[in-house]
């Protein structure tokens, strides 16, 4: 275990850390637009470690999944915004 | 044998660097969420800060791989967010304010009233329209 994978180890922790506060934020927001944001929020720390995962093992394949996990990020959170503004009509 | 060595050794420190950094972006970004007073300061926080934050990490991901077409999946995602995180970000405000979701109270809303009145005074004519 050189130096490299000790930094990108010591990355994919703190990720993993504003994965858990992003979560408390999901847990106690006061209205739906912030549980919306902070599942913006999740979504990108998400494409993050799997960016990480990808270059610790070296395995170019898994980067398709971040690809795709980016399309429906925003589809989910255009589609919720779409939700609350049919609900106030 | 020992250049091959050297420009391995560079691209994982240049790599690592730009992961460090984009690491850092994105826990500003989510203390940002967590501490912010107001949706709307919290919603312009995660939006720099992710975008950046992102893009610092899959451009560190790019120059270690150092392959054609790492670099187009990488070039891909990084296009694609920071096509769509602005986009996402501004629907979500603009629901937010019709949706009536409450400003801090130090919020200057001065120059702001007009565009508050017009929001409110829409969604009141569909409210109208729909009680016809």
């Given at each position: 275990m050189n130096l490299f994978s000790v930094t990108l180890i010591i990355a994919i922790g703190t990720l993993s850390i504003c994965l858990v506060l992003t979560a408390i934020r999901f847990a106690i927001g006061p209205t739906l637009p912030d549980r919306i944001s902070a599942f913006d929020l999740f979504v990108a720390n998400v494409i993050g470690i799997i960016a990480i995962y990808t270059e610790l093992t070296g395995n170019a394949d898994f980067i398709d999944v971040a690809i795709i996990l980016s399309l429906f990020g925003f589809l989910g959170s255009i589609s919720f915004a779409y939700f609350l503004m049919k609900r106030i009509r | 044998m020992l250049n091959n060595l050297d420009s391995f050794l560079l691209k994982e420190t240049i790599s690592s660097v730009f992961i460090l950094v984009g690491v850092a972006f994105m826990l500003i970004a989510t203390i940002g969420l967590l501490r912010f007073p107001d949706f709307y300061i919290r919603m312009s926080a995660i939006t720099k800060g992710s975008t950046l934050g992102l893009g610092l990490i899959l451009a560190g991901l790019g120059i270690y791989f150092d392959h054609p077409a790492m670099l187009l999946k990488v070039v891909a995602i990084i296009s694609f967010t920071f096509m769509t995180a602005p986009v996402a970000a501004h629907v979500l405000s603009r629901t937010a304010v019709q949706n009536k979701i409450p400003f801090w109270?130090?919020?200057?809303?001065t120059d702001f009233q007009s565009y508050l009145k017009k929001e409110h005074r829409s969604e009141k004519k569909v409210d109208e329209e729909r009680a016809k």
């Open positions: - | 109270n130090k919020t200057n809303l």
